[in-house]
């Protein structure tokens, strides 16, 4: 019999299986105390995982695609990965400060009404990173079938192989945090290993001195391609900006906030791993199948398949399966997520279905209709420079609030409700929302990808997409200005009032029902 200080090691077991197995109720309300379980290591594994495919392998391999040599583009590679785990960390902090998602705690810099940017945000680059991951790991799956087993190659084999992933994705986002968490523990350390064994695969075709396309670093084009290659690594990082608040929400406020953006942080770092397997199989890509590189069409996973050894053609299906799983987990589950919290209607599980159900249609659609693989990426790159100026002004507004927030006014848009401290104009934070329209509308302008995507100010810098530099430097410039000139509410701030910034004294409309509102105002007329 077990002591009431003990717990057999068989109930344990039994127990996360039943909390595995469990569908998630929770939506974006504040997770309880009791409920708030999960570690910084759980976040590492979460991110680290959502990143430890195929997906950013083919990101990896942009450095050689815009002529770098194999030690510049490891400069580029590092660079742009250390700069975008540096930017994601602070976005960790939201979740267990809030116990609820980033989109929802934005409602203190954004107002009531404000906060449906980062939903939308959310929404669409969750959207957009599934369909990569499908569509990379599906074409990944078949190619390596077909070389291992002779699995023919044509549309109906492939629209099989997205339909198992996409369905296999919903079940476990429909299923929750603890299923997801459960799978990304395998597929961390399974996806990594095999990526090892890609080291011995290729290690005999590996020539570290590849010397790229440029004579020398004087070349005209070379420093807009190092930089744009470091900016592409860089975007991956960002791209999580908006999800971390979807898994650490589960993380207790009480935990240390360096631990917590550590473990962002080396979530990112760790990514080197898929980066470099890119980097360095591109490069023999380039020396020894230089079609499957072709700018115009770059195909990295067919390149991939052709000068891999036949025996790797397995590992190259697991990596397809186990990284597919996870990247799309991760960017599906806080589609549901934040769509339930735009539509406070549908519960967590109805918005995932829903939103699944449309992201499979789209990717089917895109795929063998629209054509639209290609120029997904150039989407996403546009949405992350959108994103970007929205997680500054999320940082810079959790510094100035002292890293304090109300839960029952985060929690205003959701219950239908009016008023609170971070009503701001009519549910609107004008000074806040300015910064973000004219941050993104200008770096927009400034985007040069070439060959996608060049805005009409995307010559000026000498052919070099610094969009992401501007989208992150001038919403900090123009949210600062704005506080100082235009000060917030004092209720805003909290009881030790704000920092670097000044604020001044109104009265905090009283929160209460939107109908009963609405009722009250019919009954006047």
């Not at 267990?96 to 669409?124: D, E, Q, Y």
Request: include cysteine; charged fraction near 10%; hydrophobic fraction near 50%.
């Amino acid at each position: 019999m077990d002591t009431p200080y003990t717990v057999s090691p068989w109930k344990k077991i039994v127990a996360g299986s039943q909390r595995i197995t469990e569908i998630e109720t929770y939506g974006v309300e504040r997770i309880p105390d009791a409920d708030r379980t999960a570690r910084p290591f759980d976040l590492f594994r979460l991110a680290f995982g959502g990143a430890n495919t195929f997906a950013t392998c083919v990101l990896g391999a942009f450095p050689i695609l815009f002529g770098l040599s194999f030690w510049q583009g490891v400069a580029a590679t590092l660079l742009g990965l250390v700069a975008g785990a540096l930017l994601l960390a602070p976005m960790a902090l939201f979740g267990p400060a809030n116990g609820t998602n980033n989109a929802v705690s934005s409602s203190a810099h954004f107002g009531v009404h404000g906060r449906i940017v980062g939903s939308f945000l959310s929404l669409l680059t969750a959207i957009t990173f599934f369909s990569i991951s499908v569509w990379s790991s599906g074409d990944a799956l078949v190619g390596g079938a077909a070389k291992f087993i002779d699995l023919p190659e044509n549309e109906p084999v492939y629209g099989v192989a997205y339909a198992i992933f996409a369905v296999l994705v919903l079940i476990v986002c429909v299923y929750g945090f603890r299923f997801m968490l459960f799978v990304n523990k395998i597929a961390v350390v399974a996806a990594s290993l095999l990526f090892v064994l890609g080291a011995i695969a290729f290690a005999g075709d590996f020539d570290p001195s590849y010397p790229g396309t440029f004579a020398s670093t004087s070349d005209p084009l070379f420093w807009p391609s190092f930089i744009g290659a470091a900016l592409i690594v860089l975007s991956n990082p960002v791209s999580f900006g908006a999800f971390l608040g979807d898994w650490a929400r589960y993380i207790p406020a009480s935990t240390p906030r360096w631990r917590v953006m550590a473990a962002a942080f080396f979530s990112q770092i760790a990514t080197i791993l898929p980066f470099f397997f890119g980097l360095a199989t591109a490069s023999i890509i380039a020396t020894k199948a230089a079609p499957y590189l072709d700018p115009e069409a770059p195909n990295y996973v067919g390149g991939l398949l052709a000068i891999a050894p036949s025996w790797y053609f397995f590992p190259v299906c697991l990596i397809a399966l186990i990284g597919g799983m996870s990247t799309g987990t991760t960017a599906l589950y806080g589609t549901g997520l934040d769509f339930s919290s735009v539509f406070p209607r549908f519960s967590r599980v109805q918005a995932t279905l829903f939103i699944g159900t449309l992201s499979i249609v789209f990717i089917f659609v895109g795929r063998f209709a629209a054509n639209l693989t290609t120029s997904i990426s150039t989407f996403a790159t546009l949405i992350i420079t959108c994103t970007a100026p929205w997680m500054v002004i999320m940082m810079i507004g959790y510094v100035t609030r002292r890293g304090w927030y109300d839960p029952e006014a985060l929690q205003v848009f959701n219950r239908r409700q009016r008023g609170g401290r971070y009503w701001f104009t009519h549910g609107w934070n004008w000074r806040s929302m300015s910064a973000w329209i004219v941050s993104a509308v200008i770096a927009l302008l400034f985007t040069n990808i070439p060959g996608q995507f060049v805005g009409p100010f995307g010559e000026l810098a000498g052919g070099v997409d610094i969009s992401l530099p501007l989208a992150l430097v001038l919403p900090a410039a123009l949210y600062l200005a704005l506080l100082l000139i235009f000060p917030e509410p004092r209720a805003a701030y909290g009881p030790a009032g704000p920092r670097l910034v000044r604020a001044v004294e109104t009265s905090v409309p009283p929160i209460v029902d939107r109908d009963r509102v609405l009722a009250e105002a019919q009954g006047v007329r």
